[in-house]
């Protein structure tokens, strides 16, 4: 049974600073892992897609590895911005159901 | 593109009582999936639904049930609700096939008195 880690639960940081979210997973037999960001009482938006086969995407600051033999993916977002705050959730696909971790909070200061 | 649609966006109830959720998935997908999300927690994977059918369902008691329309619209349905089933009730659509990025609507907050 897959299981979705995301440490931390919460992360605080100054305005202008580079980050990087963490994701971990128990079973590399996954199609692809996703990257979600939620706003409070929201759905999920779509950040970034990595398929099994490949191991980084990049959207303007956004970028997203993923390591399947080690079980990581990983979220790095360049300079934030307050904007940037919300719950940001990992999930790995696999027979078209995802499995989400429980998500980081960020929080960005101006 | 609308992209996907949930309605209605609030609902309150009690318990014991019975709910219907709707979603219209985003233009030219095939395949909604169904997910709870309880507060401060990640969604959990309640079931799908492809070309009618029920394909896969994750570890909810049959007190949810569902349906797929002829023109993929879906909705969800839960019995007897318990306080427990409050929650943010998230629909996703997809084409079919793996390697298919999930879109999610913006949910149904369903609270249970």
């Known amino acids: 049974k897959q299981e979705v880690t995301q440490i931390p639960a919460a992360l605080s940081v100054p305005e202008g600073e580079n980050l990087v979210l963490n994701c971990s997973f128990t079973?590399?037999?996954?199609?692809?892992l996703q990257w979600f960001r939620q706003d409070p009482g929201k759905g999920l938006t779509s950040l970034l897609l990595i398929q099994s086969s490949q191991r980084e995407q990049t959207s303007g600051r956004l970028n997203a590895s993923l390591d399947k033999s080690s079980g990581r993916s990983t979220l790095y977002i360049a300079a934030s911005q307050p904007g940037d705050s919300a719950t940001y959730l990992c999930a790995t696909e696999g027979a078209q159901k995802l499995v989400f971790g429980q998500g980081t909070r960020l929080t960005i200061n101006p | 593109d609308a992209g996907v649609t949930q309605s209605p966006t609030h609902l309150i109830k009690t318990r014991g009582q019975q709910v219907t959720l709707r979603c219209s998935p985003k233009?030219?997908?095939?395949?909604v999936s169904w997910y709870q999300q309880a507060l401060g927690q990640g969604p959990q994977f309640i079931f799908q639904y492809y070309e009618e059918e029920e394909r896969q369902r994750g570890n909810f008691p049959d007190r949810f049930s569902g349906h797929q329309f002829p023109n993929y619209s879906s909705e969800l349905n839960v019995n007897a609700l318990l306080l427990g089933d409050s929650a943010l009730y998230l629909c996703?659509?997809?084409?079919?096939?793996?390697?298919?990025?999930?879109?999610f609507g913006p949910g149904t907050r369903l609270t249970v008195l």
């Open positions: 233009s030219g997908h095939d395949t």
């Open positions: 996703a659509s997809s084409r079919t096939g793996p390697f298919n990025e999930q879109f």
């Open positions: 079973d590399s037999a996954i199609y692809n």
